[in-house]
């Protein structure tokens, strides 16, 4: 509320052209955002973020265990993962786009060039901190290893992974408006740039404003998630 209102007086003493009123903006949501371009552009871009988003999950989690397990191929895997990790991934852009070309796939991969990172990374160092005591009385008992990886592996990493599937969240948002700058036809982020191209200034600034709202959406949809998967993780904590 605080926000809407300082944003309505700076606008209200503004001349500028390009920043308009919170009541044109949201004039402007209304008859863009509720209508066909919802169903064209805007959903479209929610399913390449959530795919995306699950196909790093799953590479993330299913490398990140194994390494955070073995010493040796940790060793191995640390070093290279640093070199990826710190490529910037909208700098993969125009090479994802040669081997992929420039339908929803190369969009995708975008997602996952970015998202992955966190969530190994999160994932390699929440199995690196289990209990060791916890893993011997596992094997003294003859604990299975699919119990093993199931009971102690995943559920005493996943607040790590956890951590690392919010970041990911975040990233995972701001790839899939890269993603849809470059050589695409419809989404969110090729909306945008074609409002600002056109100076339609007021509906440009009605996509950022559904960004933000989407980013709050699924940040509020996460927690809850998150609250029910460490259910015992908080109320362990009190």
């Not at 009385?137 to 699919?146: A, F, K, L, N, P």
């Not at 509906?203 to 959406?217: C, D, K, P, V």
Request: aromatic residues 8%.
């Amino acid at each position: 509320m605080l926000l809407v209102l300082a944003w309505w007086g700076i606008s209200a003493a503004s001349e500028s052209f390009y920043l308009p009123r919170p009541s044109e903006v949201g004039r402007a949501f209304a008859e863009t955002w509720l209508g066909p371009r919802l169903l064209d552009d805007a959903l479209p871009s929610v399913g390449r973020l959530l795919a995306g988003y699950a196909v790093a999950t799953l590479l993330g989690v299913g490398l990140g265990v194994p390494i955070g397990l073995v010493p040796r191929l940790r060793a191995v895997a640390e070093p290279v993962l640093e070199f990826f990790r710190a490529i910037p991934p909208p700098v993969l852009v125009p090479l994802i786009m040669l081997l992929a070309g420039i339908d929803t796939t190369m969009k995708v991969l975008v997602i996952v060039s970015g998202c992955v990172w966190p969530i190994l990374l999160n994932t390699v160092e929440g199995v690196r901190a289990l209990d060791q005591v916890l893993a011997d009385t596992c094997h003294m008992y003859g604990v299975g290893r699919v119990s093993r990886l199931r009971h102690l592996v995943l559920r005493g990493a996943s607040p790590q992974i956890m951590a690392g599937l919010r970041q990911a969240l975040s990233v995972g948002i701001i790839l899939m408006v890269i993603s849809e700058m470059f050589a695409s036809s419809s989404g969110l982020g090729f909306t945008i740039v074609l409002f600002q191209r056109g100076f339609e200034i007021p509906e440009m600034w009605s996509g950022i404003l559904l960004l933000g709202l989407l980013g709050l959406a699924l940040s509020v949809v996460f927690r809850r998630i998150e609250r029910r998967v460490l259910f015992w993780h908080w109320s362990h904590r009190g």
